[in-house]
């Protein structure tokens, strides 16, 4: 009875998987230690709300969630997104941003919960590659550009790239040079390390994986030297200072209604969007493994992980990409790697804070300068360049809009651009006249191929649903063919690209209809889909029909061909 | 030189049409003066603002438009959008209302000349027979509503039906016998007028097309009998008093800065609205005598009429359709209709004012009701119920959106609703399986027809355009049937009915080829369009794709089910 409620993994849990995800594990931990204390600096919060954030949401996270490998936790975007929103609070006392950030976890947590009961998960489907693509490479030059500060032992805030700049213009008389001198140190040594540190592990004789592995965990090597400078140097840079040592706090997370309040939007953003950031993140690990992944499912374990993050002291949490990408590399098998990985972070919770008393900010900015700039991701751009310039348009328009407007408002454009393209798209459709390639069954378009025409008989494929959007073009386009065609006795619509007919295209036919009959020209209708033919038996179109309804363009032609010389007959 | 400055209707004027446009224009003065008083008092302004918009902008109309028998001037629904404009602002003295609505019609005449120079009529087409149907009859329902108050004498305003009912329910008890008596009589006059005078003067002996004309021109002999009523029974009731002489003042309309800035969306709303109501009718208009109207040209002619408007005393004015029904049936040929019936109430306005100052507005009110009840019109929602419910929704959803939310919301929910109808329709496309009809080259749905299909073959037609939005469901689709035929070594996806490929479903179609290609089973297209297969070739995916590329289904069945063979000699 009480296995039932375990999760499928733990249920059929394998002894022999064991020592991978313990090996795994190691790998998150040395990976969230860094990435927990920058992340929640980039929120603006104390730096132990990273490290709560480790724990209790990735234990929540595996009983519900459907990925094996998917590291979900401190993440860069909804800290970013937490930071904005934090910032929007003129209000507020800073010494109550952790409790806030909490609250907004918690609500956005809840609100996931709510949208996976109502099968919510579709909404993924409605961001094109266009809109995550340009708002991920926007969103990672934000956060870049957010560490700048930091990299120079200044402090400068702001939500959009102007009001960076321009906070960090004014506060540069200050720059601090011990701490440009630490983290341009670390900047060379975290890009050698990308660089280098592979193949130099590979000449040292370490297997090709283990040696990728060594390479990924090299930021905590990093860290752990720069914490080793301040120390030996005594230099006067800002560092993590001491942490309150013990487990995360379990507390309802207070804040004033009013300021929630405001905060709305940004938990329905960082609700949406963390999810649709974890779900693309949870498909393509799936992909790889032929797995799939349930949308609904998703947003149901994310919405749980993050009402716990904001019940146990941490701020919105997410999938990330790269410590997903790690865990599976180190041969991760299931979410027990990253249940392991809480109970490490645990441990050094409750007796080692100490060690991060003297790890100096600058070098944790430059940690996530180097992890975040991998975000930026231009492939899908040159592809939408060459295939069609509206799509890249939009792209460009959604990391415009992140870099100046902000994420919420750059997802809502990005958006409704894509949709108004489809729209536009499909307003004016391409419609061919057809002709017989002699001596087939097969009518092509008579631009494009050699073929035969009837005079008296005009075919036309539309090559759109047909809706309100695009009727009365369609009925203007017809109306100017057939004029050019003045000996037409027949119009014959060729429905084979027609998968829609909505109401308002359905009048326009009919108004058609009896405006052709009136001028003595019949309309016919060929090549019908099912569910269309259905819809219209039902409507009585087919009883006004001036014409007939034939099965392909072949069997119409034929049977209009053949009236004709009964014409001349009678 | 001066002649091409002269419309086209004028340059080429039949002498013999002119005794047509004289009668015509009688049938418009009757039509035009009790209008004209009623739409400015529905509007909340003076008796005379409805009169002078019936002067110069019918000129400036004839001038510019393409319709010929087109009654622009005062109408129902821009003077129920001016009224709610103008309840909403609680700082202007009501004396000030005719200066702002001038102005109104005149910014709304300039935004319509903008956007004409801008060609940005096609925005028409974006508006779904639903819609346009659920607004139309939901307007209707409003003004009618107005116009209960003045029915019983009483004064309520309100710009949705909600306030409108509880500001009658709170003046009930004012309720003036008198004047309720009077619109009772004349509603009942009005309504056997229309039901019967007609068959009654046709028994007198009169011609079918002169007894309907005589029929139309019966409210204005409901008006007058209500005036003479009035001064004979000395009744206490409301009047339209006396107008002031003289020829409608041209002036620049000035208005507080601050308070246009407040009405912006007004003006928006009743420049994009005002102009889709005109091209419709126009449309309609022009269907009937096998003409086109060009939406660009309307919007330039209205906006110049509605420019005219404002500096001549007016308010925003629009096409009537009852009148422009009338004009056409009283036999007009062009605008000189128009022309001479602005003529005739310039001489009224010049010398007559007198006539109109015991005419109680309750009786005028009441032919409003008349006059507007005409226009609920549920032919539209009945066979959207009969065809599609969700479009039967959309009509009702902006119907109770213009009871309950206003016009210009109702406007906005409307079509955002088509357009996620469409979005959703194709969101999840039908995808059907296809067999070779025996004997034939013909390919059908295997659940619609009795085929033969090949275990190793799975060729499946993919019945809409593939992009972002339903790039994700097919591919789990396509998947799910693959599951299903795990003998399956080629995919053919028959593309007859896809007319966009957008780079998202691009990106998944090379995702898709790659797993596939992994597991086994060739990626094929057949039947691809044209222009889709231009930007595929563009793209480079026709060199990554494992399968080929097929100008029919059969010619794809044939090679792959010859390449079979060849498999096994191999």
């Known amino acids: 009875m009480m296995a039932r409620l375990l999760p ?22 040395v990976l969230l230690i860094p990435q927990g204390l920058a992340y929640a600096l980039l929120a603006g919060l104390p730096p132990q709300a990273g490290l709560y954030a480790s724990i209790v949401p990735v234990l929540v996270y595996a009983l519900f969630g459907s990925s094996a490998t998917l590291s979900v936790g401190p ?5 970013l997104m937490t930071a904005t929103a934090l910032a ?12 806030i950030a909490a609250m907004v976890a918690l609500l956005s947590g809840v609100l996931r919960l709510v949208l996976a009961g109502l099968r919510f998960g579709f909404v993924a489907n409605f961001l ?73 592990l590979r000449r040292l004789g370490l297997a090709e994986q283990r040696a990728d592995l060594l390479a990924k965990a090299f930021p905590i090597v990093v860290v752990a030297l720069g914490g080793v ?29 009013e300021v929630m309040r405001g905060l709305l939007p940004a938990v329905l953003a960082i609700g949406l969007v963390g999810f649709v950031d974890s779900f693309f993140i949870a498909q393509s690990l799936a992909l790889k493994r032929r797995e799939s992944v349930n949308p609904d499912r998703e947003l149901f374990a994310l919405g749980a992980a993050n009402a716990a993050a904001g019940l146990t002291g941490g701020f919105p949490v ?68 060459r295939y069609d310039r509206r799509d890249a348009a939009v792209y460009l328009a959604t990391l ?33 006249v057809l002709g017989r390639v002699p001596g087939t069954e097969h009518y092509r378009n008579i631009l494009r191929y050699e073929v035969e025409t009837n005079p008296q008989v005009l075919a036309v494929r539309v090559d759109e649903s047909l809706y309100f959007a ?47 009959a009136e001028q003595g020209v019949r309309l016919h209708l060929a090549v019908v889909k099912g569910p269309v033919m259905d819809q219209l038996k039902r409507s009585g179109f087919l009883d006004e029909l001036s014409g007939e309804i034939h099965l392909s363009t072949h069997a119409a032609m034929q049977a209009l061909v053949a009236a004709q010389y009964a014409d001349y007959v009678i």
Chains 1, 2 share one sequence.
Do not use: C
Not at 8 to 22: Q, S
Not at 405 to 429: C, H
Not at 472 to 501: C, G, K
């Open 470 to 516: 695009n009727i009365r073009f369609v009925r203007t386009r017809l109306v100017a063919l057939l004029r050019e065609r003045p000996a037409t006795r027949d119009l014959l619509l060729v429905l084979s690209a027609v998968n829609v007919i909505d109401v308002s295209a359905l009048q326009g036919l009919r108004e058609m209809n009896r405006g052709l």
């Open 88 to 99: 929007g609070l003129s209000v507020v006392k800073p010494a109550d941003y952790a409790a």
């Open 318 to 385: 997410s999938a990330s990409f790269g410590r997903s990408a790690a865990n599976e590399l180190a041969g991760a098998r299931s979410q027990l790697a990253g249940v392991i990985a809480a109970g490490w972070m645990l441990l050094i919770l409750v007796g080692m804070t100490g060690i991060f008393a003297s790890l100096p900010l600058a070098v944790l900015a430059a940690t996530i300068v180097m992890a975040v700039s991998q975000m930026i991701d231009l492939s899908i751009l040159r592809l939408a360049w």
């Open 75 to 79: 993440a860069a975007l909804p800290s």
């Open 229 to 257: 400078a301040v120390t030996a140097l005594q230099l006067q840079v800002k560092v993590v200072g001491v942490l309150p040592a013990g487990l995360p706090p379990l507390r309802w997370p207070v804040a004033d209604v």
């Open 128 to 200: 094109s590659q266009s809109v995550v693509g340009g708002f991920v490479s926007g969103s990672a030059v934000l956060i870049v550009l957010s560490q700048v500060p930091q990299l120079f032992g200044v402090s400068a805030h702001g939500s959009t790239a102007w009001q960076i700049a321009e906070a960090l213009l004014a506060a540069l008389p200050k720059l601090n040079v011990e701490a440009l001198a630490l983290s341009a140190a670390a900047l060379l040594l975290l890009y050698a390390g990308k660089r280098w540190s592979k193949p130099l």
């Open 8 to 29: 499928d993994w733990l249920r059929h849990y394998r002894g022999a998987d064991l020592p991978h995800d313990l090996v795994a594990s190691l790998t998150l931990l």
């Open 400 to 432: 415009a809009g992140v870099l100046l407007l902000g994420v919420v408002d750059a997802i809502l454009i990005g958006v409704a651009l894509s949709l108004a393209l489809f729209i536009w798209r499909t307003s004016q459709p391409h419609l061919a």
